[in-house]
């Protein structure tokens, strides 16, 4: 087995990041490539797997070395058939993506959610390394999240399961989410909720920093509204404690749900270190009633970065084909 790989691929909407890694976790080659999604769903099938015989050859890895390939992708899927319902950045709908990955490279495929590869990926190599409980929550264009119990992903019925960006955090007066409802999660801890957040903070007079920054290049990034606030600028500091504020009461309510070892953050919003983190621990404390549950849960930011989906879509692999090994 000690000669054999692991393909493990991150299909999103911008590129396709793909890894060839042991048994151990260990990376031997990688290659990125655009998705060009607009060829549609086929035609990046059909690239996806060009790309593993390119990786292959590259890592002179022989075919027959490979033990399958794992692959994450945006959106709900069924995990079962490997059939992703649907993933709106990819334009996919019903996609057959194991049977058509199976049927191009003759290897056998795994599938299965990209927010939930990452958090896998950060179990087995990442923040979450001795943990078979946890929850991985990603802060960027929206917010993800990953549920680990006892070491296996919870899909819940239908995969929906994990969708912890849109748990409702403001219920009579929150601004409209893209799913329709008001007060997610989502609209106030992502990098987009944050960002609109600091240019009405802007707009009203409230910063003079950010309202500078609008005025220089027109728009705004999530850093510069946590910079603005790490530098004590009342407007954004309060956009951050609104932030903390909302992602700490989701924390509590699922460490009373699930009583995780660790909620492990990623994305770039994570970035922002205990400024961030020292916030959300304070909030999530005061509404945890058990001080048990909440002392056992470490909040932690991510360690792998952009690796950690296509590091747990291998996993998919080391835990399916080779539930033997350590």
């Known amino acids: 087995m000690d000669n054999r790989f692991m393909a493990g691929i991150d299909i999103g909407g911008t590129s396709i990041k793909m890894g060839l890694l042991t048994p151990s976790g260990s990376m031997v080659g990688k290659l990125e490539q655009p998705t060009l999604v607009e060829l549609g769903a086929d035609s990046v099938i059909e690239r996806t797997a060009e790309m593993v015989e390119l990786l292959l050859q590259r890592s002179g890895v022989a075919k027959h070395q490979l033990a399958g390939i794992g692959i994450g992708v945006p959106g709900p899927i069924d995990a079962d058939s490997g059939v992703v319902h649907r993933a709106v950045n990819l334009h996919w709908q019903r996609t057959e993506l194991r049977a058509k990955m199976e049927t191009l490279t ?171 983190f020292d916030k959300i621990r304070e909030v999530c404390q005061r509404f945890v009633p058990f001080p048990q549950a909440f002392a056992s849960c470490d909040i932690l930011p991510a360690t792998l970065g952009n690796d950690a989906g296509l590091i747990g879509a291998a996993w998919l692999v080391r835990a399916h084909a080779w539930q033997s090994v350590t």
């Open 106 to 276: 003759g290897v056998r495929v795994f599938v299965e959610n990209d927010a939930n590869a990452a958090a896998l990926g950060e179990m087995w190599q990442g923040a979450g390394a001795g943990a078979t409980n946890l929850v991985m929550i990603t802060l960027g264009t929206g917010v993800g999240g990953g549920i680990i119990v006892n070491g296996a992903i919870t899909h819940g019925i239908n995969g929906v399961a994990g969708e912890i960006g849109h748990i409702t955090v403001e219920p009579t007066h929150g601004p409209l989410c893209n799913c329709g409802k008001r007060g997610c999660l989502e609209n106030y801890a992502s990098a987009t909720g944050i960002i609109r957040a600091g240019r009405e903070t802007a707009e009203n007079g409230q910063s003079h920093v950010l309202a500078s920054v609008l005025r220089e290049r027109n728009k705004l990034t999530a850093k510069d509204v946590i910079d603005a606030a790490k530098a004590g600028d009342p407007g954004a500091t309060s956009v951050i404690d609104q932030a903390a504020y909302y992602l700490g009461l989701a924390f509590s309510h699922l460490i009373v749900l699930l009583n995780p070892a660790k909620i492990v953050v990623g994305g770039g919003v994570s970035a922002s270190g205990p400024f961030l």
